[in-house]
């Protein structure tokens, strides 16, 4: 969900220039759908000013409300016209924990509302109570208490249908006609994640390529600090993006920079890949910093390989001073399997079994 954080800027100003498009419902409906544009003439958010009845039976007076979303279909936020005030079924004005409750409402996109009829909200010969949540309505009614305001079920589902209903659709599809480079890169560097997954979608095609020119921008989100967005781009991209020295060494540092949630979504995304003694001898030297997760998950990067090299051995022989250490067994067991030609492998080794050996006896 979009905060409302961001879009307080053009909460408080109006936009520079306004592009307005015609929406058909249906053959005889229609609405008009607003762009607001900066200076530059480039796409900030939409909005719509809505006058919509919310009842079936006219009882209640209709709605002035203005909807905002961002530019891929998110809606963000309400508000009214000067002046305007929204009312229940038996016209009493909404309170501001109506309000409050409203918001809360509108910005939930995964409402019970989305797979509610209006008609299930109305039990038969009860419709003129139905807009009431005790009405005795059935149980439909009953299940979306929490997402309606009692007397003023109708609103609710209504604005709500209107919020988060096709115009989502039409959004997106204004937006693509406005895909350009420049909007791409302004994506991918928002702190809206709803438009850096959107962006990442095609600046990075099906099998995994970067666009030219995007790399700096994905190497960015994966840096970043939402963890999401950066399993995204790292799941995204293809397995030969990763097979240079130099790639891996940058991931290793990513790594070595980032959260533990991050840590682990690296290390599972390393698995499949052959890695460069770069990567092998940093992993090796960072076991003993590792916690049991990290250091099973490191091991196990380290066994998939079909070698490492004399140094990586020799890191990870040096880790068996003490049979008793957590890691020193799989360490033993790992370089046991690569039969080491390494001297001084050999030395560890056979010094593990010997105290190994005494250990147990």
């Not at 002046?83 to 939930?108: G, V």
């Not at 997954?197 to 995994?208: H, L, T």
Request: charged share 20%; glycine share 4%; with cysteine.
């Amino acid at each position: 969900m979009v905060t409302l954080s961001l879009f307080h800027s053009f909460a408080l100003s109006p936009p520079n220039k306004i592009r307005e498009f015609t929406i058909r419902e249906n053959d005889t409906a229609s609405y008009t759908l607003k762009l607001a544009l900066d200076n530059n003439g480039r796409p900030v958010y939409f909005f719509r000013n809505v006058f919509t009845p919310v009842c079936l039976t006219g009882e209640c007076k209709p709605v002035y409300i203005n909807f905002y979303w961002d530019l891929v279909g998110n809606y963000t936020r309400y508000d009214l016209p000067p002046n305007q005030i929204l009312t229940k079924m038996d016209h009493k004005e909404f309170k501001p924990e109506d309000y409050e409750k409203l918001r809360d409402i509108l910005a939930n996109p995964n409402s019970l509302l989305k797979d509610v009829a209006m008609d299930d909200l109305v039990g038969k010969g009860t419709e003129n109570l139905a807009d009431s949540v005790d009405a005795k309505a059935g149980a439909t009614l009953k299940t979306v208490k929490n997402e309606v305001i009692d007397g003023a079920v109708y609103t609710c589902y209504t604005l709500w249908h209107l919020a988060h209903g096709n115009v989502v659709n039409e959004i997106r599809r204004i937006t693509e006609t406005y895909q350009d480079d420049q909007l791409l890169h302004s994506f991918l560097t928002s702190t809206n994640h709803h438009y850096q997954y959107w962006a990442m979608d095609r600046v990075i095609d099906a099998q995994g390529t970067i666009w030219d020119g995007f790399l700096p921008d994905i190497l960015t989100i994966i840096q970043g600090r939402n963890v999401f967005t950066a399993r995204y781009a790292l799941q995204r991209i293809a397995n030969p993006f990763f097979l240079s020295d130099a790639r891996q060494k940058w991931l290793w540092e990513t790594y070595q920079k980032a959260g533990y949630s991050l840590q682990i979504v690296i290390l599972k995304r390393l698995a499949n890949i052959p890695f460069k003694p770069v990567l092998t001898e940093a992993i090796a030297q960072e076991l003993p910093k590792a916690n049991q997760e990290q250091s099973t998950m490191l091991l196990n990067l380290l066994a998939s390989q079909p070698t490492l090299n004399d140094k990586t051995q020799q890191l990870l022989a040096r880790q068996l001073t003490s049979p008793t250490q957590d890691n020193s067994a799989a360490i033993y067991q790992l370089l046991k399997g690569l039969h080491p030609h390494n001297q001084e492998v050999r030395t560890y080794l056979k010094t593990f079994e010997t105290t190994a050996s005494q250990i147990n006896k």
